[in-house]
């Protein structure tokens, strides 16, 4: 039987009509695969990197599959999701296949005649790091639906690829007052910590000199983060106060409470020493604890964060009878070229 184009062309424009007037949780009432629903749990699970807590049995998962990504096994993974409430606090676990645990992020190395060079992607044109750099995974959440075409793009509505000055285009949304709420975990800069990077989308436009990172901000905080380690007279400024190199049972990230004066008579040529020195945030930006494991090719990571923050950077789950939007992306050894998948995702809770 062949159905007539004029009446194919309805259904369509109906559905997609309907699809921007009706309310932001019931558009999702055909795609219950886009719903992730979060159970409420008397006993939270314990942030430990593992996926053993009773309260994981009860929550019913979704699986996504991202795809288009460096590094990758053919450039796709598929991430599991489940949620769980509990007091003031949301729980999620997330769990996807990497080939690899990266956490080689630049390190310096020493030369054979005893300089220290940053390792760096020979092929990297500017922020594009794809060799020598860290996993990663990111949320972007749509505040208060202000994101008009969220619904039906996802995180798609506020990428901008192919800009000059970039080599994988920008983030921003359209127009003033659509923000995002940005969760965006960095295994070796926030993840060892414990902590997600809170951070925020708006729609500033890129400026290599006054906005590269063009609509991607971070949250204010009041103390914390993350900082390179500088060359001075040629050696890193610092180092961990074992003394250990990266490559030789060290790390190659440096805690801040563990950095002591450089001495270069402890290292020989081939010696890796990480050129990234962390903390955890404190203030707003600190406000998502995380933990992580790694297990043959297997990732998995357990988010907590307060459903009501008050603060005007962060989605609010606020109201427990409405759905929140949100993307998802997973990043293997790249600094931009992540894995995604089409369309929103939407968070829902359960009485």
Not at 191 to 200: K, L, N, P, R, S
Not at 254 to 261: F, H
Request: glycine share 10%; net charge neutral; hydrophobic share 35%.
């Amino acid at each position: 039987m062949t159905i007539p184009k004029l009446l194919v062309s309805a259904v369509a424009a109906t559905l997609l009509t309907t699809a921007f007037s009706v309310p932001y949780s019931t558009a999702y009432a055909q795609a219950p695969a886009n719903v992730l629903t979060a159970v409420k749990v008397a006993q939270p699970p314990t942030l430990d990197g593992n996926d053993d807590d009773a309260a994981w049995t009860k929550a019913k998962s979704i699986t996504v599959r991202l795809k288009d990504g460096e590094n990758f096994n053919n450039g796709a993974t598929a991430v599991t999701l489940k949620a769980v409430y509990s007091g003031d606090m949301l729980y999620m676990l997330v769990k996807y296949d990497d080939p690899t645990n990266s956490i080689r992020r630049s390190p310096f190395v020493k030369q054979a005649d005893g300089s220290w060079k940053k390792l760096s992607d020979p092929d990297d044109k500017g922020g594009d790091n794809n060799k020598f750099y860290e996993d990663k995974w990111a949320m972007i959440w749509n505040i208060n639906n202000s994101i008009k075409e969220f619904k039906t793009r996802g995180c798609d509505a506020a990428c901008h690829a192919g800009q000059k000055g970039k080599p994988f285009g920008n983030k921003y949304t359209e127009s003033p007052g659509e923000t995002g709420d940005i969760w965006h975990m960095k295994g070796v800069r926030t993840g060892v910590v414990g902590q997600v990077d809170d951070q925020f989308l708006d729609d500033t436009r890129y400026d290599k000199e006054k906005s590269p990172e063009a609509g991607r901000k971070s949250d204010p905080k009041t103390g914390g983060g993350y900082a390179d380690v500088k060359l001075v007279d040629g050696k890193p400024a610092f180092m961990d106060k074992s003394g250990k190199a990266a490559n030789k049972g060290g790390t190659y990230w440096l805690l801040d409470g563990d950095k002591v004066a450089f001495d270069d008579s402890k290292f020989v040529a081939g010696d890796e020493v990480a050129s990234i020195m962390i903390a955890p945030f404190t203030g707003d930006r600190g406000e998502i604890a995380y933990a992580s494991s790694y297990k043959v090719g297997k990732y998995t990571g357990e988010v907590s964060r307060k459903l009501v923050t008050g603060s005007k950077l962060d989605v609010q789950f606020d109201k427990l009878s409405e759905g929140y939007g949100f993307g998802f992306a997973a990043f293997d050894n790249a600094q931009v070229r992540h894995a995604v998948h089409s369309g929103s995702l939407l968070l829902k809770f359960a009485k």
